[in-house]
């Protein structure tokens, strides 16, 4: 996203439109391409990112045959080649072409295009991530959608590998939730955690992290099969389980620490924590820097957390825990520490003026903490 434009400007837009539109006449002369850009853009401007993308895709509906066999596979003719030089877009994808799988999952999931229409979420998710529509299907049509989807686990194609993996996790973020059982991607995941492709992996992990909020002792148990298994790069290992554990060290679960073979009560101790100014206001940035010590006789390894608790609009106080390092402390020694955090409110953390409190928390036990003052924000 371009520094002070919303995603939703950036991501979807006329020149986005027009590009589709475009890309649809090349395939299909027949396609209307001036007003379909006029009844998108009409309602384009007032809409938020999500709504954006269902705009274009009942435009895609209007605009493209009634038969979705057939408008779909105008849409993957329309797709650019996938090894195209010129792409420059990430792994994630292009939004450009968001309202595609919206389409399918919208109007495609039925029984008579189940297959196509899987096929093509198959084919988009190579230009646009697709998990937010797979989810249609795996509601709507949960044993033949599952065995695609293992089938896709074994792709030649590392973003169908990595659709396999996010589009059946617990807890997507921003997506519908999907009726299955919270280990039944779990085939799935066994075939992904070996995988090359960082792409994957970290989609594993996210997924195993969503199975942590349900179910610790299955998540644990996975990865123990996974780390025992010697099937992945140590190293790649080792970034699978920080990833997957990670809601469990935020919130200080002992299983955890003892699978990370992290001490819960290390032998250190944080002194001199302060804030560089007593107040601060709501969108600044707080510093804060603090002094760790060795108090024992062996080297520990510390899990360095820090929570924010700030008040909420309404009444009562939130909490964030953010990740901060993981370091190795030889006996006796000490270390000063240093950090900066936003304090600008987002989606999910509406910040308001008041007391609002720091800690610091190692290995998932908090032992220190201070205040300070949060005030508003002033007019520029």
């Known amino acids: 996203m371009s520094q002070g434009i919303p995603l939703k400007e950036s991501a979807m837009n006329r020149s986005r439109v027009e590009s589709l539109a475009a890309d649809l006449f090349r395939v299909e002369p027949r396609f209307d391409t001036g007003r379909f ?31 979705i066999g057939a408008a779909t596979a105008i849409i993957l003719a329309a797709l650019p080649p996938h090894d195209d030089a010129t792409f420059a877009g990430s792994d994630f994808g292009l939004y450009t072409y968001a309202p595609y799988s919206d389409f399918i999952a919208r109007y495609g999931c039925t029984r008579r295009n189940l297959e196509s229409s899987l096929n093509a979420l198959k084919e988009l998710t190579k230009h646009f991530t697709a998990e937010d529509a797979l989810r249609y299907f795996i509601n709507a049509f949960p044993d033949e959608t599952m065995n695609t989807v293992r089938a896709w686990s074994h792709d030649p194609d590392y973003h169908v590998r990595r659709l396999a993996s996010e589009g059946t996790r617990p807890a997507l973020p ?16 066994d075939n992904l955690y070996s995988d090359t492709s960082r792409f994957v992996t970290q989609s594993v992990a996210n997924h195993v992290n969503d199975i942590t909020r349900t179910d610790p002792g299955l998540a644990l148990s996975i990865l123990n099969q996974w780390r025992t298994s010697n099937n992945q790069r140590p190293a790649e290992m080792t970034f699978i389980i920080n990833q997957s554990l990670r809601t469990l060290v935020k919130k200080g679960h002992p299983d955890a620490f003892e699978f990370l073979g992290v001490s819960t009560a290390p032998m250190v101790k944080v002194t001199d924590l ?9 969108g600044d940035t707080l510093g804060f ?48 520490m240093t950090r900066s955090q936003s304090l600008r409110s987002t989606a999910n953390r509406k910040l308001a003026p008041g007391t609002s409190r720091l800690h610091i928390q190692i290995n998932g036990t908090r032992v220190a903490e201070t205040a300070f003052e949060l005030f508003p924000a002033t007019d520029s």
């Open 174 to 189: 921003w997506s519908p939730r999907i009726n299955l059982p919270i280990d039944a991607a779990i085939p799935v995941l």
């Open 289 to 336: 820097n603090l002094t760790l010590q060795s108090i024992g006789a062996r080297t520990e390894r510390v899990i360095i957390d820090y929570v924010l608790q700030y008040p909420r609009a309404r009444t009562g106080h939130g909490e964030a825990v953010f990740k901060w390092t993981t370091i190795e402390l030889p006996p006796g020694e000490t270390r000063h």
């Open 274 to 282: 302060e804030v560089d100014a007593s107040t601060v206001t709501i």
């Open 37 to 67: 850009i006029a009844d998108v853009m009409a309602q384009l401007p007032h809409l938020e990112l999500k709504s954006r993308i269902a705009c274009v895709a009942d435009a895609l509906a209007s605009h493209l045959p009634a038969d």
